[in-house]
Structure formats: structure tokens, C-alpha cells
């Protein structure tokens, strides 16, 4: 069964960055979207950024500019910088990964909390 593993989140205070990664615990042939989604308490899950195998990327509106989305050139590694980070921010981060067929694997979460 293969799984998606996050790393990352943590404590930070507003202002500062964090680095999220996400890879699959076992082999996986392809994928086509990686992608970052996250989850407030008592808010729906939104998405924050998503990048293609050819390297398109697409952020939520309220992350522009401070986040950065990457691949590894493996494609299979996902990468989340995040920079000036605000209290809004704090959630729990979900990795996606959608594969061909449009099946998709989702990580565990890691906690993103950011002090004001």
C-alpha cells in the first residue's frame, strides 16, 4: 500500500518560513498533479498550490507570493516554502498526489501553526 509521507510543519512565529515535503512510501510508476491542500479548524479543506509534471504551478489566491511550490527532478518529491507567514496560515497541511485514471493519494497531514 503506498502512502504519501509529509514532513515539515511545525511552530513558527508570523513572519517566519517552513519547508513542507512530501514523497511516496513505495513505488508509484507515475504521477501527474502534486499538490498542497490545507485544513483549519472548522473550515473546509482548500487548496493552496499545486504543480504538474511539466512543472505548471497554481497557488490559492491568499498565498501568492509567499509560497513556492517544487518538484524534485524524480517528479515524485513535492516540496511546499513557505514564507511570511501569518497566523491565517496555521492549519493542517495535506499532500496530494494524482496519479493517471485519476486516482489520488493523500498524505496524513502535518500541523502548520503560526504564533502572532
Known amino acids: 500500500q503506498v502512502q504519501l509521507v509529509e514532513s515539515g510543519g511545525g511552530l513558527v512565529q508570523a513572519g517566519g518560513s517552513l519547508r513542507l515535503s512530501c514523497a511516496p512510501s513505495?513505488?508509484?510508476?507515475?504521477?501527474?498533479?502534486m499538490g498542497w491542500y490545507r485544513q483549519a479548524p472548522g473550515k473546509q479543506r482548500e487548496l493552496v498550490a499545486t504543480i504538474t509534471s511539466g512543472g505548471t504551478s497554481n497557488y490559492a489566491d491568499s498565498v501568492k507570493g509567499r509560497f513556492t511550490i517544487s518538484r524534485d527532478s524524480d517528479k515524485k518529491t513535492v516540496h511546499l516554502q513557505m514564507n511570511s507567514l501569518k497566523p491565517e496560515d496555521t492549519a493542517v497541511y495535506y499532500c496530494?498526489?494524482?496519479?493517471?485514471?485519476?486516482?489520488?493519494?493523500w498524505g496524513q497531514g502535518t500541523q502548520v501553526t503560526v504564533s502572532s
Open positions: 496530494n498526489a494524482e496519479l493517471p485514471f485519476g486516482i489520488h493519494f
Open positions: 513505495g513505488s508509484i510508476f507515475s504521477i501527474n498533479v
